[in-house]
């Protein structure tokens, strides 16, 4: 539920469907301490929790060995440690690479930063909460940030459709036209995790 569905909810219940100022106003407290974002406020800085990188990790389980993409009819992109496509220097993963751990991990902060920002410039100041927030970068750091600019997904969420946003998640669960039972696991939790 968001902000804007709550004030919606009220005026179901309000006389003539109108809500006064001191209702509003109150909804406003409610809605703060449920932790939604104010109707026009810009989440800037915002960064990804830890829900959102223990559901990013739990699908991008980590490979110190380069390994091609099982899902996709050429096996690319070649991946490696956190779903990582790229080395430091921005070349392509090569099959042979190997990381350790904690190159992995840097490059997976790195990563996360990237995304934490495309998908804030991807939602040009609309609201947003903590999970979905978290859910958008999930969802951004596994098809990438152009599919993401240009869902139907993004625009239903930056028009306040949150519910028509999250059934769109289900949409996303293909990868050379063959569904597959991974990505339809994970559009499942970043569902979840955008519902919060």
Not at 142 to 148: E, M, P, S
Request: a positive charge.
């Amino acid at each position: 539920m968001s902000r804007k569905e709550l004030m919606d909810c009220a005026r179901l219940f309000a006389p003539e469907q109108k809500l006064t100022q001191p209702m509003v106003d109150l909804l406003d407290k409610v809605a703060d301490l449920m932790g939604f974002p104010r109707i026009g406020e810009t989440p800037a800085g915002m960064k990804v929790s830890q829900a959102g990188i223990d559901l990013i990790h739990s699908f991008e389980s980590f490979q110190p060995k380069a390994y091609r993409d099982p899902g996709s009819r050429d096996g690319l992109p070649i991946t490696i440690g956190w779903g990582s496509t790229s080395d430091e220097q921005g070349r392509p993963i090569k099959l042979g690479d190997v990381w350790t751990r904690e190159r992995a991990d840097a490059r997976f902060a790195k990563d996360l930063e990237k995304y934490e920002r495309g998908v804030l410039d991807a939602l040009a100041g609309a609201p947003v909460t903590q999970g979905q927030f978290d859910a958008l970068v999930s969802f951004a750091y596994n098809v990438g940030l152009q599919a993401l600019r240009e869902s139907t997904l993004l625009k239903l969420h930056k028009a306040g459709d949150y519910g028509g946003a999250h059934r769109q998640f289900g949409r996303w669960v293909k990868n050379d036209g063959k569904t597959l039972a991974g990505l339809v696991r994970r559009r499942a939790a970043e569902a979840a995790l955008y519902g919060r």
